[in-house]
């Protein structure tokens, strides 16, 4: 339909520690659906701090949701492991080269059907997570979604969550989860006058964009 795309795909299978070492081909087809249709986290949009004990509120969208139908969700936090070899986590999800692990008796339920507030928003699942027992101060984590549809299991991952102030988190002020501090490299008055100094040329309207568009797409395989 006009809202999707079937993408396939052809996945180099490559031998541990062996980059251009070939051991098998992956056929995979992927469905890429527009932002709407797509499953994502509503809220928090951004990363956030949160205080121990304290209950977040979650929100999300799942892709191809049936309004009619209650889904069986499991949420579990998974906590960023900073600062060592995370060579024995060769299984566990990576970010930047570091392990996501499990946080022992995070895991929570819910159940329950779709709701949308217009015409013209998605059908969105609300819940809480309690930041409880196995979280300690300085911890950075996901929550990860996870849900079966379809006789299909999907997962997704929400944004960084810090266990901390109870504070939400900016590009501005949040150096600890990796984001980069703002920096300005002119003054106005110095980039008014450089844009003054190039008005003659901009004034042509000259300059010709090609704009593309991709996707980054990130698969487990279990065993072959």
Known sequence: SGSEMDV???IALTAPGQPHVTVALATMQAKAVALLDSSLFLQPSGPT???????EKLLWAISGVDRAREYDFS???YRLQHGQSTRPYTSARKVSGEALLPVASSRQRFRGACKS??????CSFESTF??????SLGDQVVIRLSWTSGGIAHEMYSPLFEVGSGRRLSAQSSDSVGLAPARRLWSQAAWDARVDRHAEGCSRRDLRFKVGAGMLLRGKVDSI
């Open 130 to 135: 309690t930041f409880g027992k196995g979280f």
């Open 75 to 77: 949420m579990s936090g």
């Open 49 to 55: 701090a949160v205080r121990p004990g304290a209950s």
């Open 117 to 122: 507030d217009s015409a013209g928003s998605p």
């Open 8 to 10: 396939p795909s052809t």
